[in-house]
């Protein structure tokens, strides 16, 4: 099983980059590596720097009623930019005492983490019977060197971590990445932006299709080139952005292989300064070189909102429709949804919601064949101290797969806590549970797995 604590995986930092990320990125709900298509729109919708932290968002329907009272009350246009300081989340909220500096170096800052965690996993595996328990002692390191212009951006960053099994050392691996992005800003309303990341990945070992206990992990090596234009005129905003990704699999598992390239336009417009209308269509092309039945083209249509009420609430939420086209005469299509939201219920609690709905498809150790993925969860963080920080959340899912007879449904949940001890040290504990159902004749398999995790950062 993959150790939680690696700079390559889908492990959110304790704190956002904006605010100076806290070093340790132990155990998070979300162990599971991420749907290509999850992938590729984040890949897509981060800008080159600062604005990244890109949502699509959604929240309960009493909450948006009452915001809504408030949504049409006159407000000089394009508050959303000028608000943007009072919306702050418990994670992203600046606090000065314990905030790392890093170090400068003429128009650059460096930041650089250091992550020491020890994991007990109690089926490591993700095994249904016999299952095997194990420690994990991980090490993790990251550095990032960002610009510090008035205008335009850019930034550097690399990491590894190597994770150690103290009684399976077979599976003892080390994962590393290296990145760089940037932002042209084209006078005050247009930039271009542009992001190229390379990764030595490991499957997880609850991967939806990895191998089981007895077969050797699987090594991948992942690149990812994204570049994007956006422009602002009066109450709308466009923007358009070209992605491609390409995954290429160790020998024993090259007929894994596959590149997706997608293209993406998106429009926004302004309705009031708290609500706007969102419209966005994107087309993609997968290509599975040695398993060209699984080669496909798709398309994904979605509308909705964009929702930014001052000191309560802000995100997106949208729905709409996918199709997708494989080469083996297989057709997908069906209702894709996109939508996260965070809530400001006081200044000391951040409620956010999510949700997904989209097609994917997998060359894996039991099936080479599509399946449509739902997934919704939720996560509230709470700040009981100015340095301590409680956190809860969950995600549920299913898999439903096409042309055999088979569903997965999935749960994720962790609960833990954040302690800065001040700008250089964090200390972080965190319980996490998984647990998948598979079901019908062509079922995978069953599993649970606890996680124990403590561990310590180290920050410049």
């Known amino acids: 099983m993959t150790a939680p604590s690696t700079p390559t995986g889908g492990y959110p930092p304790a704190f956002p980059r904006k605010a100076q990320p806290v070093a340790f990125r132990g155990s998070s709900a979300d162990r599971s590596s991420h749907s290509r298509r999850a992938r590729l729109e984040n890949q897509a919708s981060r800008g080159a720097l600062g604005e990244g932290e890109h949502l699509v968002r959604a929240h309960p329907v009493l909450s948006l009623f009452a915001a809504s009272l408030i949504a ?53 595996f993700a095994e249904e019977t016999g299952e095997d328990e194990d420690t994990i002692f991980v090490a993790a390191l990251r550095t990032r060197l960002q610009s510090n212009w008035s205008r335009h951006a850019l930034a550097i960053e690399a990491g590894g971590a190597a994770s150690m ?33 390379v990764a030595q990945e490991i499957e997880p070992r609850n991967d939806p299709d990895a191998p089981g206990q007895g077969i050797p992990l699987v090594e991948y090596e992942r690149s990812e080139l994204a570049v994007s234009a956006q422009h602002t005129f009066n109450r709308f905003r466009v923007t358009a952005t070209a992605a491609q990704s390409q995954n290429e699999y160790d020998a024993g598992q090259s007929f894994r292989d596959f590149e997706e390239t ?5 429009l926004e417009a302004e309705l009031t300064p708290r609500i706007g209308l969102l419209a966005q269509a994107t087309t993609d092309e997968r290509d599975y070189d040695n398993t060209p039945a699984l080669s496909s083209e798709g398309r994904t249509y979605l509308a909705g909102l964009t929702i930014n ?5 802000e995100g997106q939420v949208a729905v709409g429709h996918f199709e997708r086209d494989y080469d083996s005469g297989i057709t997908t299509d069906g209702v894709a949804a996109s939508a996260n939201v965070e809530w400001y219920v ?26 449509v993925e739902s997934e919704y969860g939720g996560r509230v963080d709470h700040e009981l101290m100015r340095n301590v920080i409680l956190t809860a959340g969950a995600q549920f899912g299913r898999r439903e797969y096409e042309g055999i007879d088979r ?22 504990g965190r319980y996490m549970h998984d647990e998948v159902e598979s079901e019908g004749v062509n079922r995978y398999r069953d599993y649970e797995e606890n996680r124990f995790t403590l561990g310590v950062g180290l920050r410049l």
């Open 262 to 266: 997608s293209l993406t336009g998106r």
């Open 407 to 428: 569903d997965d449904d999935f749960m994720r949940a962790d609960v833990g806590a954040d302690y800065l001890v001040n700008r250089r040290v964090v200390v972080r």
């Open 165 to 197: 099994y103290d009684e399976f050392a077979s599976e003892d691996h080390e994962t590393a990445f290296a990145g760089v992005s940037g932002r042209l800003d084209i006078g005050s309303r247009s930039n271009l932006s542009a992001r190229a990341r």
């Open 346 to 371: 006081t200044r000391l609690t951040t409620i956010s919601f999510n949700a997904r709905r989209n097609s994917e498809d997998v060359v894996g150790a039991t099936t080479a064949i599509p399946y």
């Open 309 to 313: 009420l001052t000191d309560l609430m």
């Open 72 to 124: 049409f009350a006159p407000v000089h246009a394009l508050a959303q930019d000028r608000d943007r300081e009072a919306r702050t989340s418990v994670r992203e909220r600046p606090r000065p005492d314990y905030d790392p500096l890093g170090l400068r170096f003429g128009g650059f800052t460096l930041h650089a983490t250091l992550d020491l965690d020890a994991v007990h996993s109690d089926n490591i």
